[in-house]
């Protein structure tokens, strides 16, 4: 079975360019998250669908940050413009449904300077 | 904001040795429970999950759950330094939100 799946896996930018992720998760797995984590902390969630909608945001920053998951399969995450705080590996995770176990992609690793 | 705390360590243990890693949570509503390893510059990676109180083992791993304390452990038995790594606790809120704690780093002396 393939894991989900992220690219780029590297990307530097400067600060105030715009950057898109993609995320393709496990097939058939309905929930997708993406996960903000800079170095020595943990995941921060930034945006959880289930298929299409939206089921938390809260910790998105909205001015700067968009994500869509079309169709309720692939996913982006999108950037503009970008800050130096924004500088961190940005994971992508699918689950079958909400409340079982979530899989990480490999992660991309943004360096904004 | 619902929190997810873990004790950030560093935690050493000698090798052979029980090593226990502890999570509390403040989300009552939380309802599934998991802990991932994240080996440095990798992803995180599943080691178990756990829905109802009591304990779950697998190998040499068991997860102790609590829901009345709103605690969640980990215990490593026979601790190997490939164990060495960051454990995340992750807990899936009442409002079906996926957060992770901050992570305990591990270390096991050989």
């Known amino acids: 079975e393939a894991g989900v799946a992220q690219s780029p896996r590297y990307k530097i930018i400067e600060k105030r360019q715009s950057v898109a992720f993609w995320c393709n998760p496990i097939?058939?797995?309905?929930?997708l998250y993406w996960y903000q984590q800079i170095l020595g902390q943990g995941p921060k969630l930034l945006i959880q669908?289930?298929?299409?909608?939206?089921?938390?945001d809260s910790q998105l920053p909205k001015d700067r940050f968009s994500a869509e998951r079309l169709k309720g399969v692939d996913s982006t995450l999108k950037i503009q413009p970008a800050k130096l705080e924004d500088s961190a590996v940005y994971l992508c995770?699918?689950?079958?449904?909400?409340?079982?176990?979530?899989?990480f992609g490999q992660g991309t690793r943004l360096t904004v300077v | 904001q619902k929190e997810v705390e873990q004790n950030s360590g560093p935690l050493s243990v000698p090798e052979g040795a029980i090593a226990s890693l502890n999570c509390t949570y403040s989300?009552?509503?939380?309802?599934?429970f998991f802990w991932y390893r994240q080996y440095s510059g990798k992803s995180p990676e599943l080691i178990m999950s756990?829905?109802?109180?009591g304990d779950k083992e697998d190998g040499r791993f068991t997860a102790q759950l609590n829901k009345a304390s709103q605690y969640v452990s980990l215990l490593i038995r026979d601790s190997q330094p490939s164990d060495s790594a960051t454990y995340l606790c992750a807990v899936l809120g009442g409002g079906n939100q996926f957060y992770f704690g901050t992570g305990t780093s591990l270390t096991v002396i050989p």
């Open positions: 756990i829905y109802s109180n």
């Open positions: 995770a699918s689950s079958f449904m909400v409340g079982t176990e979530a899989f």
């Open positions: 669908f289930q298929n299409n909608g939206v089921v938390d």
């Open positions: 097939s058939g797995h309905a929930t």
């Open positions: 989300d009552r509503g939380s309802q599934s």
